[in-house]
T-cell receptor, first 113, second 115 residues
């Protein structure tokens, strides 16, 4: 049973560029959340997708957007990259239902130069 | 969301029990206590969660005080592979039928298991 998978594992981009990160949820899960983790900090919630709609959003600018597909997989898009966007981006999935734990992937390490 | 307080770091000898405390004095009645850990360069790993009763699974035990203002995660026989950052998180019960996606991570406790 595959867990949450993310691609790519590492990525280097230049300031001003755009990036797309991908996530496949754990089998049986239908909800996907994205987190940003700066070096030495805990993960920060970006947003959550369920039924192909954004359901919750953290304190992140509109440069951060996402999408969920009918097969529950998800993408995180970041436009106009800044140096401060360098971080580990984590995807977490869960299944609809009372207090289903979130399961995290191992993330995509994004470096903006 | 209720805030949690954890010690910055703890040490434990291999084979001994590791007891990691967490204070969540502002927890409300519909909020669960969740524990995750993160080993370097990996994503957070779910360990256990509970509402008011003590819980046990194959990884750990969770002891929640009767007033629910604090809890302790117990790793009964710590190994070197348990060295990680441990996060105690308070999470509201699901809203609107979906599972609540926002987890608020603090700084966590760095647990170091020594040989």
């Amino acid at each position: 049973d595959a867990g949450v998978t993310q691609s790519p594992t590492h990525l280097i981009k230049t300031r001003g560029q755009q990036v797309t990160l991908r996530c496949s949820p754990k089998s049986g899960h239908d909800t996907v959340s994205w987190y940003q983790q700066a070096l030495g900090q805990g993960p920060q919630f970006i947003f959550q997708y369920y039924e192909e709609e954004e359901r919750q959003r953290g304190n992140f600018p509109d440069r951060f957007s996402g999408h969920q597909f009918p097969n529950y997989s998800s993408e995180l898009n970041v436009n106009a990259l800044l140096l401060g966007d360098s971080a580990l981006y984590l995807c977490a999935s869960s299944k609809t239902g009372r207090n289903s734990p979130l399961h995290f992937g191992n993330g995509t390490r994004l470096t903006v130069t | 969301d209720a805030k949690t307080t954890q010690p910055t770091s703890m040490d434990c000898a291999e084979g001994r029990a590791a007891n990691l405390p967490c204070n969540h004095s502002t927890i409300s009645g519909n909020e669960y206590v969740y524990w995750y850990r993160q080993i370097h360069s990996q994503g957070p790993q779910y360990i256990i969660h509970g509402l008011k009763n003590n819980e046990t699974n194959e990884m750990a035990s969770l002891i929640i005080t009767e007033d629910r203002k604090s809890s302790t995660l117990i790793l009964p026989h710590a190994t070197l592979r348990d060295t990680a950052v441990y996060y105690c998180i308070v999470r509201p019960a699901n809203a609107g039928g979906t599972s609540y996606g926002k987890l608020t991570f603090g700084q966590g406790t760095i647990l170091t298991v020594h040989p």
